[in-house]
């Protein structure tokens, strides 16, 4: 099975910071990487595919970048809507795995 | 668009099943695969499988082989999961999700909790 890392597993933040969330995946899965906004009671959004594609309708203040075993989900001007956890999602093999989410919280 | 729409929540006692639906519409159903995704409380999600709309192929988690099982049913555009022999580490919220053109997951129902307890 794919392991993914991510880090960090939590972080606080202030509204207009630029946050970046990493994630490793223990071999390489090329461009195979989604990352995921999860919120309680929300139904769960993807806002990136192939580990660079905006998801339709998400804000461009979200962005992912890497290929192969890293990759980077960046917000570059953080809003209170995006204070939430995040994941990223390798689809390269089955099984399917996730990282262990970043908790963005407000600081 | 594309809407995923799920069956409510259930209560269960240990050892007995649950059978969660997804009805999928916006789309042309036997078109994409779905893949089950669980969340229990204060964890991160785990793919439990997946399901080819189109002729049934299936792909378990490992961890749930002989547990699970998920079925469609074509003619109303519904995917089921079923979980048997449930302990109380199976509480938790149920997702379906489809499976884009490239397996990743581009749309979610909006979650059943199933709940575990005696």
């Known amino acids: 099975d794919i392991q993914m890392t991510q880090s960090p597993s939590a972080m606080s933040a202030s509204v207009g910071d630029r946050v970046t969330i990493t994630c490793r995946a223990s071999q390489g899965i090329r461009d195979y990487l989604a990352w995921f906004q999860l919120k309680p009671g929300k139904v769960p959004k993807r806002l990136i595919a192939a580990a660079s594609s905006l998801q339709s309708g998400v804000p461009s203040r979200f962005s992912g970048s890497g290929s192969g075993t890293e990759f980077t989900l960046t917000i570059s001007s953080l809003q209170p809507e995006d204070f939430a956890t995040y994941y990223c999602l390798q689809h390269k093999s089955y099984p399917l795995t996730f990282g262990g989410g970043t908790k963005v919280e407000i600081k | 668009q594309v809407h995923l729409v799920q069956s409510g929540a259930e209560v269960k006692t240990p050892g007995a099943s649950v059978k969660v639906s997804c009805e999928a519409s916006?789309?042309?159903?036997?078109?994409?695969?779905f893949s089950w995704v669980r969340q229990a409380p204060g964890q991160g999600p785990e793919w439990m499988g997946w399901i080819n709309a189109f002729n049934g192929d299936t792909k378990y988690a490992q961890s749930l082989q002989g547990r699970v099982t998920m079925t469609t049913d074509t003619s109303t555009s519904t995917v089921y999961m079923e979980l048997r022999s449930l302990i109380s580490d199976d509480t938790a919220v149920y997702y379906c999700a489809r499976a884009g053109a490239d397996d990743s997951l581009d749309f979610w129902g909006q979650g059943t909790l199933v709940t575990v307890s005696s």
């Open positions: 916006g789309y042309t159903f036997t078109s994409y695969g």
